[in-house]
C-alpha cells in the first residue's frame, strides 16, 4: 500500500482504485455510511445529502456518494459536524410531509392535529404505510431526530391512485430522485422525471399525466427503489406490513429470463413479488407481470380436484378413481393399437424435475418417443 | 434450435444475458423484446445509452426498442433469409469479415460465398423492401463492431423457412468472428419460463435428456440400463405439430397434455379443435380449466410454481430454484407425482421422495447436467453445459472450437412465405404477445390490472391502411383468412407499417390462431405463425 492510492477514513489508511468514491471505499470496508438519493447501477447525483462527511481542509462536508476518492484525503463519516447536518436534513425530510412515523417529539396537540389530517388523506385510520419498512424513519431512529414539524408545509400534490398497480403518495415524496434514476438509467423506460422545479418540484410522467395515460410501463422499478412511502405497491398498501411476511426466492414463471424473485407470504397468501437485488440475471429488476401478475396463484378458478367428463359434463372424483381411469385407458388403447397412437404433451411451465419424468413415462411406460411441448408455438 | 444446433452443434443461446450489455454491436430480429423479455431488454437499452453500444433492428413493426435503434430495417414479412444474405453479401464483398477466424474455425465457406452472391443489395431491396443503402450501412454497422450480439425470437422461427432463417443467422455471426467471445453471440430469446429447461430433459420426439438421440442405439440402451427396462422405442416420435394431424386421422387415439393450451396457441384453431375432438381420450393435466382442458376426458390438478419445489433453465442455460413458498389449493398435485402414479398404476413403478431426487437421477443419465446439484445452486445458478461437480459452469458456449468441432456455414436460398397477399386477401397479419399478458392469458387475466391494461384483442393498423378502408380507431371490424374469420377492435397504431396489421395472439374470443397459417418448417415443425393473408371489413 503506497500512499499514492490511500485515503483515511475514520483513521483507518484505506486503499482505493482510480474512480472510485469516497462512499465506495467506506462501504468496501464496511463503514456504514447512510444514503438515501444513491442506486446502485447509476450515476451518483448527490441530490438528498445525506451521505455527508468531513473531509480535512474542504470548506464544506462532501456528498460522499459523489466525491472521487483523492490520495491522502482524511476523512470522518460520524464527526459531530457530519452528524449536525444529518439531523437537520433527516428533520427537514420529515417535515416536509405526511411522515406519521410517530418517531418522537410532536409536543401536546400537535401530534393529534397532524395525525387526523394525514389519517384523512390516506383514508387509513394506521400509520404510515410502510412504517417499519422505511429508510427516511430508519435515519431518524439512528440520529434521534424529532419529528416536530420546522415549517408549515403544504402539499400541492393530491395523491394518484388511478393506475391499478402503483399509489403515488406526493406527501410522502422526499424528492430523492431514485424513482427517476431507476427509470431512466436502469430500466431505460424513460417515462418520468423531474418536474416543476423551484419550490414546486414533482416527479411527474409526461407532462404531468397519471402514470396509466403516459409511457409507463409498470414494472415496478420506482416502487422497489423508493426509500419511504410515496410509491407503494396498491394491492399491498395497508395489508401487508413486511413483519407479517416470509420471504421466499424463488424464479419468476413468466418469460424466460428467469428474473430471481421473493414471494413474500402472509397466511399462505403470496401478497407481494419484489426483485432479488444482487442476484443475477435481474439485479432485483422486474417487469409488470412478474411484479403485479401473480393474482392466478390464489385464483378461485384453481382447479382443486381431478374431474371425469360424464356425459359431456364434468363430476369431482377421488385421484385413485381418475388415475386408475387414466392408467387403464392408455393401458388398453397401448394394447390395441400399439404405443405410437399414444402421445404426451409435457409442458415449458413445469420444473425440469417435471419435465424429465413427462419423458420418462412416455417412454419408458408408454413405450413411445410421441413427447414434445409448446416451444414451437 | 435445430438450425443453431446444425451450425453449432447446440441449439441454445450462447451467451448470457449480463453479457447483452457487454456488446459493441447489437442486432435485434423478430424479438418484440421490450413487450416479451422486458427485464432483458433493459441491457440493451443500457448498453446503447450508456456505453453507446450501436443497435440495429430488424423488425416488421415499429416497436419500442426501435426508438432506440441506429437503424431500423423494415423487411417484408417472411424474407429474413434475403436480408441476412444481403449484408453478408456486402460483408464479403467489402471484405469487412474475419478471415482468420472462417479460416480456423468454420467449414463450408466457399458455398455460402457462392450462394450470398447472389444478393445484391439491389435485388434484395426487390425481395425485403430493405432500401439497398439501409441494408449496406447495418452490414457495415455490424461488421465493423469489436464484437456483436444477435438476438431474436418467434419472429425469426414461427416461419416455413425458420431453421433457414436460424441457419443465416449464424452464418453472419460467424462470418464475423463473434463467437466465443464476450457481448457476441447468437442468442434465442426464450419465452417460456422453462422452455430450455423442456428441451434439456427431453420433452422432444427426437432426444432424450442432455440431447441425446432416441435413434442411437447406444444411448436406448444405456437408457434402458439407468431405469432398468427393455425395448425403448428408437423411432423418432410426432412432434406437437405432427400430433394433431395424425388426430384428425385417427392415428393418434389418445394424448396427455400437461400446461399448454393449444386451443389458443396453436395455429389453424378451428383445425385443431377438430382434430382434438377426433381423439379416444384425452388428459389434461393444468392449474385452470383452459380451453383445451374443456374437452379432455379427464382434468387432473396441478400445483402452479409458487406450490413447487425445483428447478428451472432460463434462456441463457442457467439452471435455477423454484421454492414452494404456499400450500397448493384443494388436492392438487406435483405434475411429476401425478406421472409416477399412472406409471406405477400402468406396471412400471416410479417413485420419488422429493424434487432434489429426481435431479439427481437427471445428473446420472445427463451429461451437461452432472454437476449440478440443489447443493450448489442454493444461491446462486449454474449454466450447463456442467459435467462435474468440480465445474464451475459454461457461460459462453464454443470458446475454443464449436461443440460439434467447426462451426457449419449453410448456403441458403431464400423461399417466400407459404401463403402471399392476393386480391381477395390482400393483407398480411402476423401475430404476437403484449406487455401485459401472456401466452394464452390463462394466468395473466386473472389479475385484474393487467387485464385493466389489456382488455381485450385488437387489430393494429396503420394510419393509412385504415384510411383506405374508410375505417377508424376503435370500430369493431371483421379479419378473415382462407381458415377462418374473428371480429376485434381496430387499433390504428404508429407501430403498424402499411399493407400489415398485427393482432395479439392471448384472447381466446378473439384468436387470433384462427386465422393463422398451419405451414410448417420442414425441419423444427414449427408453423408459420408470423405470416398470413387476410382480408379486413367492417363488422356488419
Request: net charge negative.
Amino acid at each position: 500500500m503506497t500512499a499514492e492510492n490511500t485515503i483515511m477514513i475514520n483513521g483507518n489508511t484505506l486503499s482505493f482504485e482510480p474512480g472510485e468514491t469516497i462512499l465506495d471505499v467506506a462501504r468496501k470496508n464496511s463503514i456504514d455510511v447512510p444514503t438515501l438519493c444513491h442506486l446502485k447501477r447509476a450515476n451518483p447525483t448527490g441530490v438528498c445529502r445525506i451521505c455527508v462527511v468531513e473531509v480535512e481542509g474542504a470548506h464544506k462536508l462532501q456528498a460522499s456518494c459523489a466525491t472521487p476518492a483523492v490520495a491522502g484525503m482524511v476523512i470522518l463519516t460520524e464527526s459531530n459536524k457530519v452528524i449536525e447536518a444529518r439531523k437537520l436534513i433527516i428533520q427537514l425530510m420529515l417535515s416536509s410531509g405526511n411522515h406519521n412515523c410517530a418517531i418522537r417529539g410532536h409536543a401536546g396537540d400537535d401530534w393529534t392535529a397532524f395525525q387526523l389530517q394525514v389519517q384523512k388523506s390516506d383514508d387509513s385510520d394506521e400509520l404510515c404505510p410502510v412504517w417499519g419498512d422505511c429508510q427516511l424513519q430508519d435515519l431518524a431512529y439512528r440520529y434521534q431526530v424529532s419529528s416536530d414539524p420546522m415549517l408549515e408545509t403544504q402539499i400541492p400534490y393530491p395523491m394518484e391512485t388511478v393506475n391499478p398497480f402503483i399509489v403515488r403518495d406526493f406527501s410522502r415524496c422526499i424528492q430523492c430522485g431514485r424513482c427517476v434514476q431507476a427509470c431512466n438509467e436502469v430500466q431505460v423506460n424513460l417515462a418520468i422525471d423531474f418536474g416543476y422545479k423551484s419550490g414546486a418540484t414533482k416527479i411527474v410522467a409526461a407532462d404531468d399525466k397519471p402514470l396509466k395515460d403516459s409511457d409507463c410501463v409498470f414494472c415496478g422499478e420506482c416502487v422497489a427503489v423508493c426509500p419511504v412511502g410515496a410509491l407503494v405497491e396498491k394491492d399491498a398498501r395497508y395489508k401487508v406490513r413486511p413483519w407479517e411476511t416470509q420471504k421466499v426466492r424463488t424464479t419468476c414463471t413468466y418469460c424466460g429470463v428467469g428474473c430471481q424473485i421473493y414471494l413474500h407470504v402472509k397466511d399462505n397468501q403470496v401478497v407481494k413479488v419484489t426483485g432479488v437485488e444482487d442476484a443475477l440475471p435481474n439485479h432485483g429488476s422486474l417487469c409488470v407481470k412478474g411484479r403485479f401478475g401473480n393474482d392466478f396463484i390464489h385464483s378461485p378458478e384453481r382447479l382443486q380436484t381431478p374431474l371425469i367428463k360424464e356425459n359431456g359434463n364434468f363430476r369431482e372424483a377421488s385421484w385413485d378413481e381418475a388415475l386408475d381411469l387414466v392408467a387403464n385407458k392408455f393401458s388398453r388403447i397401448k394394447n390395441e393399437y400399439g404405443s405410437d397412437s399414444l402421445g404426451l404433451l409435457t409442458s415449458a411451465r413445469i420444473t425440469n424435475e417435471e419435465n424429465y419424468i413427462a419423458q420418462k413415462f412416455t417412454r419408458a411406460t408408454l413405450k413411445t418417443n410421441n413427447v414434445d411441448h409448446c416451444a414451437r408455438l | 434450435m435445430a438450425g443453431l444446433a446444425a451450425a453449432f452443434g447446440s441449439g441454445a443461446m450462447t451467451n448470457t444475458i449480463a453479457d447483452i450489455e457487454e456488446a459493441d454491436v447489437i442486432l435485434i430480429t423478430g424479438s418484440n423484446t421490450t413487450e416479451n423479455h422486458p427485464v432483458l431488454s433493459s441491457f440493451v437499452k443500457r448498453a446503447v445509452t450508456h456505453r453507446e453500444a450501436k443497435l440495429i433492428v430488424v423488425d416488421p413493426r415499429r416497436i419500442k426498442i426501435t426508438q432506440f435503434a441506429n437503424q431500423w430495417l423494415r423487411p417484408n414479412l417472411g424474407t429474413d433469409v434475403a436480408w441476412l444474405n444481403g449484408m453478408m453479401h456486402v460483408i464479403i464483398n467489402e471484405n469487412l469479415y474475419d478471415a482468420e477466424f472462417v479460416e480456423k474455425r468454420t467449414e463450408e465457406f466457399d458455398a455460402l460465398r457462392e450462394t450470398v452472391d447472389k444478393f445484391s443489395p439491389e435485388t434484395v431491396e426487390t425481395i425485403t423492401g430493405i432500401p439497398a443503402e439501409d441494408l449496406q450501412a447495418a452490414a457495415r454497422l455490424y461488421a465493423g463492431a469489436k464484437t456483436g450480439s444477435i438476438l431474436y425470437c418467434m419472429g425469426i422461427t414461427q416461419h416455413t423457412s425458420g431453421t433457414d432463417n436460424v441457419k443465416s443467422l449464424a452464418n453472419l455471426a460467424m462470418l464475423c468472428g463473434y463467437l466465443g467471445v464476450r457481448g457476441g453471440g447468437v442468442n434465442p430469446l426464450r419465452g417460456q419460463n422453462n422452455v430450455q429447461g423442456a428441451c434439456d430433459m427431453g420433452g422432444l420426439p427426437n432426444v432424450y435428456s442432455g440431447y441425446q438421440a432416441v435413434d442411437n442405439p447406444d444411448v436406448a440402451k444405456r437408457m434402458e440400463g439407468a431405469w432398468g427396462i427393455e425395448n425403448l422405442s428408437t423411432k423418432i416420435g410426432l412432434k406437437a405439430t405432427e400430433m394433431i394431424p395424425k388426430a384428425h386421422d385417427g392415428e393418434l387415439k389418445a394424448l396427455y397434455i400437461i400446461g399448454e393450451n393449444p386451443l389458443v396457441s396453436d395455429p389453424d384453431l378451428n383445425h385443431a379443435e377438430k382434430s382434438i375432438a377426433n381423439l379416444d381420450f384425452l388428459v389434461v393435466q393444468d392449474i385452470f380449466m383452459t380451453e383445451t382442458a374443456r374437452l379432455a376426458d379427464v382434468v387432473l390438478p396441478a400445483r402452479c410454481f409458487a406450490e413447487k419445489d425445483g428447478t428451472f433453465s432460463n434462456t441463457e442455460r442457467k439452471v435455477q430454484r423454484v421454492r414452494k413458498a404456499v400450500e397448493p389449493p384443494g388436492e392438487a398435485k406435483y405434475d411429476w407425482e401425478i406421472l409416477c402414479d399412472i406409471s406405477s398404476r400402468m406396471g412400471y413403478a416410479m417413485s420419488y421422495a422429493n424434487s432434489e431426487a429426481i435431479m439427481e437421477e437427471i445428473r446420472k443419465v445427463t451429461p451437461s447436467y452432472a454437476g449440478i446439484t440443489y447443493g450448489r445452486i442454493e444461491n446462486e445458478g449454474l449454466h450447463w453445459p456442467c459435467p462435474n461437480e468440480e465445474h464451475p459452469g459454461t457461460q459462453i458456449l464454443h470458446r475454443d472450437q464449436f461443440t460439434r468441432g467447426k462451426g457449419l456455414f449453410h448456403a441458403i436460398d431464400y423461399t417466400p412465405p407459404a401463403e402471399k397477399t392476393d386480391d381477395e386477401y390482400p393483407l398480411y397479419l402476423t401475430t404476437g404477445r403484449l406487455l401485459y399478458h401472456y401466452h394464452t392469458g390463462t394466468m395473466t387475466m386473472k389479475t385484474e390490472g393487467l387485464n385493466e391494461r389489456a382488455p381485450e384483442s385488437f387489430v393494429e393498423i396503420s394510419a393509412e391502411d385504415a384510411e383506405g378502408y374508410s375505417l377508424k380507431s376503435g370500430e369493431i371490424v371483421k379479419i378473415a383468412s382462407r381458415r377462418g374469420e374473428i371480429t376485434a377492435r381496430l387499433k390504428v397504431s404508429g407501430k403498424a407499417v402499411s399493407g400489415t396489421v398485427f393482432i395479439p395472439f392471448h384472447f381466446a374470443a378473439a384468436a387470433a390462431n384462427k386465422l393463422t397459417n398451419a405451414a410448417l418448417d420442414p425441419v423444427s415443425g414449427i408453423p408459420e405463425l408470423k405470416v398470413c393473408a387476410v382480408k379486413l371489413s367492417k363488422a356488419a
